[in-house]
């Protein structure tokens, strides 16, 4: 099938979007197994967020993938896959905040880009977030993996790199509600590159490392003496599998987060991957990935726990050009799909993401959905899988999407969703329509920031029923559209929360132009 094919089947797919719906193939309407809500076991969770994974790397995706992703195939295959699915920004930090606090991150103090290695921490200690919520439902929680919201190191000087490695760190995912934490502080490209296990280093740097190296770059920084970058990847996933398998034998439900550094850079396929996708190290590196996500639905699987563990699947954002996509398109495959931009965008291919959700006592195999949801929304859907209501103050931006996983949704679950860019550009999106208060990607893409076309119009408008690829700015053409999700995007803003409830604050002033 050729590309531009592509563009009509996307095109169809979002259009259906508007109206919304799950879907199993020709069999019609998803019918779930039925529950009984008031005897039935709550169900183990598991969230797996990969790093710049593009929604076209997956061959369950993308039916032109010059790669194949079989592991993650077959979880599509035994769950559902979500057509239409958005981190709430297209870089890192700001996506993850949005994931455990179901808060958008532009209401914190991160305006625009990404917090580094050294970074003090960013989720309040009074915030409640996923892991929180769980732990007060009898849940075991663990984050094994990126964390990349800050903490607050051991210092023994006023610079951010004069780090106390002996010493305590401060404010991680301890007091963000996980009762266990191993993890890194941020990208694998970002120094200190050290393991830090609830609190404490593991073991102290013994050497300064760095790498020129184009595809398996980092930084130059202190490491720890059992910190090596292309076995972080492993390492990560085989404790996810191991806690997975301590964590089921006791009988009691737990939330494992498992934030995996990979495919961002450095790309570090190891050697029984290097070469297999005959394209570049980026794709290796997927399919390592893949191989990784088999590692993890083994562990469940051995564990005994599949039918009542909910399993997601997805990534914080969209590729980066670090892949380099010049040698990707080459050989015909396209990270982003059908989609404009890339990771850091406004545009689609910056926070359009793949999204699987596994849970074989209620999501039945081999369905689809096609409608719009957000990472924010898992903080709203483990409360209405527990039957629970959340304060106030919590989950300002999250929505349920419980009767997605179901069939019950009866129209679309939220009522728009907003996205930010690198630079702190906004985007919303309602039906079929997308407004970008921006005139450029807002990120990396032409035209970057400050780079757009003289007269260029400052917002831009798509109708993605019959525009996915961004192309036709229609904003002069609709300009009650214009005005009617401006005025939506500032009442977002100005009462501290997209959902129904109490208005609450943001950190500082939030301007929606830029």
């Given at each position: 099938?050729?590309?531009?094919?592509?563009?009509?089947?996307?095109?169809?797919?979002?259009?259906?979007?508007?109206?919304?719906?799950?879907?199993?193939?020709?069999?019609?309407?998803?019918?779930?197994?039925?529950?009984?809500?008031?005897?039935?076991?709550?169900?183990?969770?598991?969230?797996?967020?990969t790093?710049?994974?593009?929604?076209?790397?997956?061959?369950?995706?993308?039916?032109?993938?010059?790669?194949?992703?079989?592991?993650?195939?077959?979880?599509?295959?035994?769950?559902?896959?979500?057509?239409?699915?958005?981190?709430?920004?297209?870089?890192?930090?700001?996506?993850?905040?949005?994931?455990?606090?179901?808060?958008?991150?532009?209401?914190?103090?991160?305006?625009?880009?990404?917090?580094?290695?050294?970074?003090?921490?960013?989720?309040?200690?009074?915030?409640?977030?996923?892991?929180d919520?769980?732990?007060?439902h009898?849940?075991?929680?663990?984050?094994?993996?990126?964390?990349?919201?800050?903490?607050?190191?051991?210092?023994?000087?006023?610079?951010?790199?004069?780090?106390?490695?002996?010493?305590?760190?401060?404010?991680?995912?301890?007091?963000?509600?996980?009762?266990?934490?191993?993890?890194?502080?941020?990208?694998?490209?970002?120094?200190?590159?050290?393991?830090v296990?609830?609190?404490?280093?593991?073991?102290?740097?013994?050497?300064?490392?760095?790498?020129?190296?184009?595809?398996?770059?980092?930084?130059?920084?202190?490491?720890g003496?059992?910190?090596?970058?292309?076995?972080?990847?492993?390492n990560?996933?085989?404790?996810?599998?191991?806690?997975?398998?301590?964590?089921?034998?006791?009988?009691?439900?737990?939330?494992?987060?498992?934030?995996?550094?990979?495919?961002?850079?450095?790309i570090?396929?190891?050697?029984?991957?290097?070469?297999?996708?005959?394209?570049?190290?980026?794709?290796?590196?997927?399919?390592?990935?893949?191989?990784?996500?088999?590692?993890?639905?083994?562990?469940?699987?051995?564990?005994?726990?599949?039918?009542?563990?909910?399993?997601?699947?997805?990534?914080?954002?969209?590729?980066?050009?670090?892949?380099?996509?010049?040698e990707?398109?080459?050989?015909?495959?396209?990270?982003?799909?059908?989609?404009?931009?890339?990771?850091?965008?406004?545009?689609?291919?910056?926070?359009?993401?793949?999204?699987?959700?596994?849970?074989?006592?209620?999501?039945?195999?081999s369905?689809?959905?096609?409608?719009?949801?957000?990472?924010?929304?898992?903080?709203?859907?483990?409360?209405?899988?527990?039957?629970?209501?959340?304060?106030?103050?919590?989950?300002?931006?999250?929505?349920?999407i419980l009767?997605?996983?179901?069939?019950?949704?009866?129209?679309?679950?939220?009522?728009?969703?907003?996205?930010?860019?690198?630079?702190?550009s906004?985007?919303?999106?309602?039906?079929?329509?997308?407004?970008?208060?921006?005139?450029?990607?807002?990120g990396?893409?032409?035209?970057?920031?400050?780079?757009a076309?003289?007269?260029?119009?400052?917002?831009?408008?798509?109708?993605?029923?019959?525009?996915?690829?961004?192309?036709?700015?229609?904003?002069?053409?609709?300009?009650?559209?214009?005005?009617?999700?401006?005025?939506?995007?500032?009442?977002?803003?100005?009462?501290?929360?997209?959902?129904?409830?109490?208005?609450?604050?943001?950190?500082?002033?939030?301007?929606?132009?830029?």
């Amino acid at each position: 099938m050729k590309r531009r094919d592509f563009m009509k089947q996307a095109a169809m797919v979002t259009a259906a979007a508007a109206v919304g719906g799950c879907f199993g193939g020709t069999k019609g309407k998803n019918t779930p197994k039925a529950a009984d809500a008031g005897t039935q076991k709550a169900p183990n969770i598991i969230y797996i967020l990969t790093d710049d994974l593009g929604y076209g790397d997956l061959s369950c995706l993308n039916e032109n993938s010059k790669i194949q992703t079989p592991y993650l195939d077959k979880l599509a295959k035994e769950g559902m896959i979500f057509m239409d699915a958005h981190s709430s920004s297209s870089v890192c930090t700001p996506t993850r905040y949005g994931i455990l606090t179901g808060r958008y991150n532009w209401r914190s103090r991160l305006k625009k880009g990404v917090l580094n290695g050294y970074s003090s921490h960013l989720i309040d200690p009074e915030r409640m977030t996923v892991a929180d919520l769980l732990k007060q439902h009898d849940y075991h929680t663990a984050c094994i993996g990126k964390w990349h919201l800050g903490w607050d190191w051991a210092k023994k000087g006023p610079k951010p790199h004069e780090v106390d490695y002996t010493g305590t760190v401060k404010n991680g995912p301890d007091v963000n509600g996980f009762d266990y934490y191993y993890a890194h502080c941020g990208s694998l490209d970002m120094a200190p590159y050290v393991y830090v296990e609830n609190g404490r280093v593991t073991a102290q740097p013994d050497r300064e490392t760095q790498s020129k190296d184009k595809y398996g770059w980092w930084r130059k920084g202190p490491t720890g003496s059992d910190f090596q970058h292309d076995d972080v990847l492993p390492n990560f996933t085989r404790r996810g599998a191991k806690y997975i398998k301590e964590r089921a034998a006791t009988g009691e439900p737990f939330f494992l987060y498992l934030p995996l550094p990979a495919p961002h850079t450095p790309i570090l396929p190891t050697k029984e991957f290097q070469g297999k996708s005959g394209i570049n190290p980026y794709c290796d590196f997927v399919i390592m990935v893949d191989h990784c996500i088999g590692q993890i639905t083994k562990a469940i699987e051995e564990a005994g726990v599949k039918d009542n563990t909910l399993i997601v699947f997805t990534a914080d954002n969209g590729c980066s050009p670090a892949a380099k996509f010049d040698e990707m398109h080459a050989k015909d495959h396209y990270p982003s799909y059908v989609y404009r931009g890339h990771k850091a965008d406004i545009y689609e291919g910056g926070h359009r993401i793949p999204f699987i959700v596994r849970w074989p006592d209620r999501v039945k195999a081999s369905t689809t959905c096609d409608d719009t949801v957000c990472l924010t929304d898992l903080m709203a859907t483990c409360a209405d899988i527990l039957g629970t209501k959340l304060p106030d103050n919590a989950g300002e931006d999250s929505v349920s999407i419980l009767p997605d996983l179901t069939g019950t949704a009866t129209g679309p679950v939220r009522e728009a969703t907003v996205h930010h860019s690198i630079n702190g550009s906004f985007s919303i999106r309602q039906d079929k329509w997308k407004l970008e208060l921006c005139p450029g990607s807002g990120g990396w893409s032409a035209p970057k920031p400050g780079k757009a076309p003289k007269g260029s119009p400052p917002v831009q408008l798509y109708d993605l029923s019959n525009d996915i690829g961004e192309k036709n700015n229609v904003q002069d053409k609709h300009p009650d559209v214009v005005q009617q999700l401006t005025s939506l995007l500032q009442k977002y803003v100005d009462q501290g929360r997209s959902t129904p409830g109490v208005p609450q604050t943001n950190e500082g002033k939030t301007p929606i132009m830029r």
